[in-house]
């Protein structure tokens, strides 16, 4: 059953969510070479107490860390280490989340390390960012779960890709319903799937987390050994992007965006929401 949310409920999230706002800004900062994905772990937990925020990573599912660091060909979960060393060239995507009050915001980003990185790399985290907002532009009342769904795979589809062939859509792994807990109904796909039909009906109260995740080649991911980290199955790099989005009676309210996805959404031609917190 989806979780709908009061206009209060939502306040509360849009609070979590601009702490991870936050917390996205320090890791960014931070993740140059040299740096271990420990370190910008270390980060993450600072911002987390200077706003007397609780992780939902950490030990979730036995989680041992704040964030998710995945590097170049790691998709998602990425556990931070000391031994994992940022250097010149890599591309890390950092997905994390914060609880306020009960109430959770998780969004992610993907980053590149130093310079030197090819336009293929960079137009990779362009499409899977874009349409991660071509997602949330398609969060308005009377539309259902599907048509955030078609959004994303349409964006993606039509982007050709330097050098030919086609993007990878991640298929084991997709967006989420978010509220007072991380991940609830319903499973977000960022492709069409006529087998599970249309979905609920997106109304006031709906929140979903939005998370793309694209690959330079194969769809197709495994689980390494530490029953975490997610790979390609090719070795292809990846890049995945996600922001947490409440839908209100005055349009989509990015909760996890500093400015609540107004200048994004307004190339889009979609007004967002007034922000709760003023």
């Not at 130093?114 to 874009?130: D, F, I, W």
């Not at 796909?189 to 987390?209: E, I, Q, S, T």
Request: proline share 6%; with cysteine; hydrophobic share 40%.
């Amino acid at each position: 059953m989806v979780q709908i949310k009061t206009p209060e409920q939502i306040a509360k999230m849009r609070e979590a969510g601009l702490v991870v706002a936050a917390i996205h800004a320090a890791t960014r900062e931070a993740a140059v070479p040299g740096a271990t994905t420990k370190d910008l772990d270390q980060v993450a937990r600072k911002v987390l107490t200077e706003h007397n925020a609780k992780p939902n990573f950490l030990g979730y599912g036995g989680f041992p860390a704040t964030i998710c660091t995945s590097v170049n060909e790691v998709v998602v979960h990425g556990i931070p280490s000391d031994e994992v060393v940022l250097k010149d060239g890599d591309v890390i995507s950092i997905d994390c989340g914060a609880i306020i009050d009960g109430w959770h915001g998780d969004a992610a980003y993907t980053a590149f390390v130093g310079s030197g990185h090819s336009p293929e790399l960079v137009e990779l985290s362009r499409v899977t960012e874009e349409s991660m907002w071509a997602g949330i532009a398609a969060m308005k009342q009377g539309n259902r779960l599907v048509d955030v769904s078609r959004a994303i795979e349409t964006y993606i589809r039509r982007q050709p890709k330097p050098g030919g062939g086609k993007y990878g859509i991640i298929e084991d792994y997709g967006g989420h319903g978010i509220g007072t807990e991380m991940h609830m109904d319903p499973h977000l796909l960022n492709y069409v799937d006529r087998r599970r039909g249309k979905g609920p009906k997106l109304v006031p109260g709906f929140c979903l987390a939005i998370e793309p995740m694209v690959s330079l080649g194969t769809p197709r991911t495994e689980v390494l050994q530490d029953d975490w980290t997610v790979i390609t199955t090719d070795g292809t790099w990846s890049s995945h992007w996600e922001h947490s989005v409440a839908l209100t009676e005055q349009g989509p309210l990015v909760l996890t965006a500093p400015d609540g996805g107004k200048a994004k959404l307004a190339e889009l031609g979609v007004t967002a929401a007034p922000d709760p917190l003023g």
